[in-house]
């Protein structure tokens, strides 16, 4: 697989996990779009990573870690909103998280952070284009 056949799946992947997230979100399944919302960007992420960096990133889940080596800048705003985001991926993934998740992911909760999350995928998708 080329360099641009690698970034090329990781945006697909990552639009796919987007459309995800939407239908979740409409579908009142608010711990699960976010978890989708997470994986979305984790995948576009690494899309970038092997775009700038010319090599893939390493297997992590954090979104600011993943970010920083991949050399985004971020502002302390956006690193705040990263590590939020990441731990959608631990609560909504593991049982001793998943019912103080489930209870925080309620619907204002979840439309907060998609509408977030979506602000971050459009910027890291123009980066990559």
Known sequence: MTEMDAVQAWKTSAADSWDTAKKLIEAKKYAHCLFF????????????????????????????????????????????????ISTFNVSARYDDYKRSFYEKADESYAKEWFDRGRKIYELFLDQIQ
């Open 37 to 84: 919302v997470h994986l979305a960007l984790e995948k576009l992420v690494k899309g970038l990573h092997q775009h700038l960096r010319h090599e893939p990133a390493l297997p992590l889940h954090n979104l600011y870690k993943l970010a920083i080596n991949a050399g985004l800048e971020i502002n302390s705003e956006l690193e705040k909103e990263l590590n939020e």
